[in-house]
C-alpha cells in the first residue's frame, strides 16, 4: 500500500516495477490456490485486473471477494468473468473489450 515518507507528510506511491512484481507474485499464488482459472491480466491507469475461469457459481459481482488482494501494493479492481462469458462479450465488440484487447498485460 502507499506509504507515508518518515519526514513528510506526502504519501508515496510504489513504482510501477514494484507493482508489477507483487502483481504476478500474486497472481502465480492465486494460480495456486484457485485451479479453476485460466487467465489472469491487468489493465488501466490504476490497478484493474481481470480473471478468467473455467466456471463459477456465484453471480459475476460476487466473483472477486474469494481473491483476496491485501498484499497487493496499491489497491485494484477485480472482474472476473467465465470462459463462456468472456467470449460472448469479445464477440460483441463492445469498446470494454476492444479497450482489453489494446491494453490488457495477460500474465
Known amino acids: 500500500m502507499p506509504v ?5 507528510s506526502v504519501i508515496k506511491w510504489p513504482d ?10 500474486w497472481a502465480l499464488e492465486i494460480k495456486r ?8 491480466g491487468y489493465f488501466g491507469s490504476d490497478l484493474d485486473i481481470i480473471v478468467i ?3 463459477s457459481e456465484p453471480p459475476r459481482e460476487r466473483r472477486a471477494i474469494p481473491f483476496d488482494k491485501e ?6 479492481d477485480l472482474l472476473v468473468y467465465t ?6 462479450l ?15 498485460v495477460w500474465l
Do not use: Y
Open 16 to 25: 510501477k516495477n514494484c507493482v508489477q512484481q507483487a502483481l504476478q507474485k
Open 33 to 40: 490456490k484457485h485451479s479453476n482459472i485460466v487467465r489472469i
Open 83 to 88: 470462459i463462456d462469458e468472456w467470449k460472448t
Open 53 to 55: 475461469v473455467k466456471k
Open 71 to 76: 498484499n497487493l501494493p496499491v489497491p485494484a
Open 4 to 8: 507515508r515518507s518518515l519526514n513528510s
Open 90 to 104: 469479445s464477440a460483441s465488440g463492445s469498446k470494454f473489450t476492444k479497450m482489453i484487447s489494446r491494453e490488457a
